[in-house]
């Protein structure tokens, strides 16, 4: 049942290789604790057991975790019943935790100019790199999509990436200067010392001349983060959360923020116009003489 359903996730919803796995693994979690209480099947799954996992099975995760874990049960239950293989939903009426609302982390510009002067520009790795947070700050790519650039998606001449995002949905993303510069570097000078036999479309290969991985990307920039000497934890994502903060607070609407972040629902972008109040009541508070 479980493996019908990831099918259906990567065939049908064409979800992400990276989002089918946290899915099995959720969903293998639930049958490892679910089995050891004596269900054999999922049709076997009463509504006390499946109550009992969320008190019990999941005791001492995060809220975040336990309410991903959950909306991965409750998709696969809903698939369940939409192809009749199970007689009645009973993961419908678990109710999702809590979630504390938090803001995205965002740095000041000042510190994004400090990671992206870390790179050493006289080595192919260096060169790499320096592409790498440029483009990160740029465009606000995830870093699953950035791994995933092709040399067909480029456009040196244009200035644009054409990005393939969630459920495979595509959007142009302009690369802007700086960042441009550094790509053109990159592939000029710093990728054909790198390149091997495998990978030859990938644009950003690792010293062994294959495709660079995502954590080899969050490994990288958090070092450099540390080397400029930011104090906060700074991932891919965090050069995400600083673009789409940085773009509204220097007059970017909202609508085509969403369209450059590649968010579905413009609900999701609207935290940004949260978090750029929150940094000028902090700027407000430590530079006017009655903040």
Do not use: C
Not at 7 to 17: D, G, H, I, K, Q
Not at 76 to 84: A, C, I, N, P, Q
Not at 258 to 280: F, K, N
């Amino acid at each position: 049942m479980v493996d019908r359903f990831l099918t259906y996730l990567v065939a049908e919803r064409r979800l992400s290789a990276n989002t089918v796995r946290a899915y099995a693994a959720d969903l293998a979690h639930a049958t490892d604790y679910l089995s050891q209480r004596g269900a054999k099947s999922w049709r076997d799954v009463e509504s006390e057991a499946l109550f009992g996992y969320f008190r019990q099975g999941l005791q001492g995760l995060s809220p975040r975790t336990r309410a991903r874990r959950l909306a991965a049960v409750r998709s696969f239950f809903r698939y369940l019943e939409s192809k009749d293989l199970i007689e009645k939903n009973v993961a419908s009426r678990i109710a999702f935790p809590k979630i504390p609302a938090s803001l995205p982390k965002v740095l000041s510009g000042e510190q994004v100019e400090a990671i992206l002067q870390m790179p050493d520009p006289g080595t192919p790795l260096g060169m790499r790199d320096r592409a790498i947070l440029e483009i990160l700050y740029a465009t606000g790519l995830r870093v699953s999509e950035l791994v995933e650039l092709r040399f067909s998606q480029i456009n040196l001449e244009a200035g644009f990436l054409i990005v393939r995002g969630k459920g495979d949905k595509e959007r142009l993303v302009p690369l802007g200067e700086w960042a441009l510069e550094a790509l053109k570097t990159y592939l000029d000078r710093g990728r054909p010392r790198l390149a091997g036999r495998e990978d030859r479309d990938v644009i950003f290969l690792n010293a062994q001349g294959r495709r660079l991985s995502r954590q080899g990307v969050w490994k990288m920039v958090k070092k450099y983060a540390v080397r400029a000497g930011v104090s906060k934890t700074v991932s891919p994502h965090v050069l995400r959360h600083s673009f789409a903060t940085h773009l509204l607070e220097n007059g970017a609407d909202l609508r085509s923020l969403q369209v450059m972040l590649g968010h579905a629902d413009i609900s999701t972008t609207q935290i940004y116009t949260a978090v750029a109040r929150e940094r000028l009541k902090r700027l407000h508070q430590i530079h006017h003489p009655r903040g």
